[in-house]
């Protein structure tokens, strides 16, 4: 960083947040075929989200979103109207930075995960929001759109450590760019001192090419929960083994080495003969408490007993997913957090 330039912050998803965003399922979507299902979904997302903080809701209707939503106290709530392609947050929302004493919402291209699917109304999203007014005027639009970038491929402690995933970040249908390429970029936009790369881990069913959302997570500067695969038949063992190994081997910009809080592979889900990528890993930290996407299963409750002790302080709520997996995401995935300065 040369003398004169900005001190930039990428917050770590514990720091304050001024609310959520959801981005709702709409008979438009892939969604269509189980609406009723997955808007129970968003519904319990949306409940727990108005306990903690405020919560913004970007829909094509918001009167249908709104009849949904009735006994939820809705003065928490902004709706946006907004033609959307899908659902997911995480991929299409804005990405906050703090650049000095300033609140800066990075928008990079969503192009469906490497052009898998139609992206055209998600990718405006972000910037429609910055001009309907829905940060406050302290809070700058900054124009990344030459460069592809889901906020479900990386995972900051707030402190200048990035963790990622190789397979992502690197893949050929998003920016064609070397590792050495992705990584000036990302320290460069984030301030970054350190980048933790994950050349291994998978999970089947998974159309995002490997986020780190699915697979580990920054608890804290010092810890990562991370999906453990100890069933030697299973088709992730290696994988998640080798994965476990690099977690193993990372080190804090002090030094030492992370503690690894292991979460337990999800039971395994299919839908039709395709595996669905169910996990405990794509939790949703909030300001004092973490959602945690459940699966009626009875690692469930073993996924929340470990979650705890990475987030000792804050109330484990689980709200149940089955229905975001059956269209490859989860919890994480569906929502995107607005961080502040205050």
């Not at 970038?149 to 200048?160: F, M, N, V």
Request: proline share 3%.
């Amino acid at each position: 960083m040369s003398i004169g330039s900005p001190k930039i912050i990428l917050p770590a998803e514990w720091d304050n947040q001024i609310f959520i965003q959801l981005t709702w399922p709409h008979i438009d979507t892939d969604w269509a075929e189980m609406l009723d299902e997955v808007n129970e979904c968003f519904v319990q997302i949306a409940k727990a989200v108005v306990q903690y903080e405020k919560l913004l809701v970007v829909c094509p209707d918001a009167a249908i979103v709104k009849t949904l939503l009735a006994g939820i106290d809705v003065s928490k709530i902004t709706f946006v109207e907004l033609s959307t392609n899908d659902t997911w947050s995480r991929d299409h929302g804005g990405i906050t930075v703090f650049e000095d004493d300033k609140t800066v919402i990075y928008d990079f291209t969503f192009n469906g995960w490497g052009m898998k699917f139609a992206a055209n109304h998600d990718n405006g999203i972000t910037r429609k929001l910055y001009e309907e007014g829905v940060f406050d005027k302290q809070t700058d639009y900054r124009n990344l759109l030459d460069f592809v970038l889901e906020g479900g491929s990386i995972e900051s402690d707030g402190q200048g450590t990035l963790l990622t995933t190789a397979e992502c970040l690197l893949s050929d249908n998003r920016n064609n760019k070397t590792k050495d390429e992705v990584d000036a970029i990302l320290k460069d936009l984030f301030g970054l001192k350190q980048i933790l790369w994950l050349h291994h881990g998978y999970l089947a069913g998974d159309d995002t090419d490997s986020h780190v959302d699915t697979l580990a997570r920054l608890c804290s500067p010092h810890s990562i929960a991370y999906v453990q695969c100890t069933d030697q038949n299973d088709e992730h063992y290696t994988e998640l083994r080798k994965m476990e190994e690099e977690l193993q081997a990372f080190r804090t910009l002090n030094g030492d080495s992370y503690v690894l809080i292991p979460l337990p592979m999800a039971d395994t889900v299919f839908d039709g003969d395709d595996r669905l990528p169910a996990t405990y890993a794509n939790f949703l930290i909030i300001n004092g408490a973490v959602l945690l996407p459940s699966y009626d299963s009875p690692k469930d409750e073993i996924a929340k007993q470990q979650l705890q002790k990475a987030f000792p302080d804050r109330e484990i709520i689980l709200i149940d997913c089955r229905a975001l997996i059956k269209q490859h995401g989860s919890l994480h995935c569906v929502t995107m957090q607005y961080s502040t300065l205050l």
